[in-house]
C-alpha cells in the first residue's frame, strides 16, 4: 500500500489489489489459554511493533497477552513469558494459530511497518475486534471506531483501547459486525480475483 502510494506520487499509473483470504480455512472450533485472551499471531520483529507488547503489559498491567510467531526478538518473548508478563507459544502451525484467534477477546497488530496483514482479514473475518497502528495497509483495512481501533503505534495507546474492548466502553458488536461484513466482501478471493482480471484485461487493450 505504501508503494503504491510512493508510485503515484511519481505520477505511474497504478493498480493496487488487495490480499485476499481463503474462508474455507477459518476454523469452527476455538481455543482459549487465558483470560482475557488477547492475540498477536506473526513476526517478531521490531517493524512489527511487538516490543510495544512487552511494554503494554510490563508498563501498564494488561493483562491476557498471547503471543505466537518467531523472529529477531523471539528471546524477549521467552523472558517476557519467565517473568509471566504474557504468554509465548512460539511458532505454532496454521490450524491452531487460527483457533487460538478464532477464541480470543481481541486481536492486536501494533506494525511500525505494515502492508496488507493476513492476521488481520482473519480476525475481522471471525469476528475478533481489532486494534491496528494506524500505518500502511492498516489503514486501508479499518475504517478507525467503525470496524475496528486505529491507533499510534504506543504502548499506552494499545492498552487504552484494549481496555474499551473489554469493558465494551464502545460498540463492540456493531464494530465486529461491519467488520465482517467488509471482509466478506471485499476480501474473498472471488472479488480479488476479478480484480486481478480486469487489470489483465486492460492491460492487453493497451
Request: no cysteine; hydrophobic share 40%.
Amino acid at each position: 500500500m505504501e508503494a503504491a502510494r510512493y508510485y503515484k506520487s511519481l505520477g505511474l499509473k497504478v493498480e493496487h489489489i488487495p490480499n485476499a483470504i481463503d474462508l474455507s480455512d477459518l476454523p469452527r472450533d476455538s481455543e482459549r489459554i487465558s483470560d482475557p485472551q488477547i492475540v498477536y499471531l506473526g513476526r517478531l520483529s521490531y517493524e512489527k511493533g511487538v516490543d510495544l507488547l512487552i511494554e503494554a503489559s510490563a508498563r501498564y498491567s494488561l493483562k491476557g497477552l498471547v503471543v505466537a510467531g518467531d523472529g529477531p526478538l523471539r528471546r524477549y518473548f521467552e523472558k517476557a513469558h519467565e517473568k509471566k508478563l504474557l504468554t509465548f507459544l512460539g511458532p505454532l502451525p496454521r490450524w491452531k494459530a487460527l483457533r487460538m484467534l478464532a477464541g480470543s477477546d481481541a486481536a492486536v497488530l501494533p506494525s511500525r511497518q505494515e502492508g496488507v496483514s493476513t492476521f488481520l482479514l482473519e480476525a475481522m473475518a471471525l469476528k475478533i475486534p481489532v486494534v491496528a497502528s494506524r500505518v500502511g495497509g492498516n489503514i486501508e483495512i479499518i475504517r478507525g471506531g467503525l470496524d475496528g481501533i486505529l491507533v499510534e503505534p504506543d504502548s499506552r495507546e494499545i492498552v487504552n483501547a484494549v481496555r474499551s474492548i473489554l469493558t465494551e466502553t464502545i460498540p463492540v458488536d456493531e464494530m465486529v459486525e461491519k467488520a465482517y461484513r467488509k471482509i466478506m466482501v471485499e476480501y474473498n478471493w472471488d472479488t480479488v480475483s476479478k480484480k486481478y482480471l480486469a487489470v489483465y484485461n486492460r492491460a492487453l487493450k493497451l
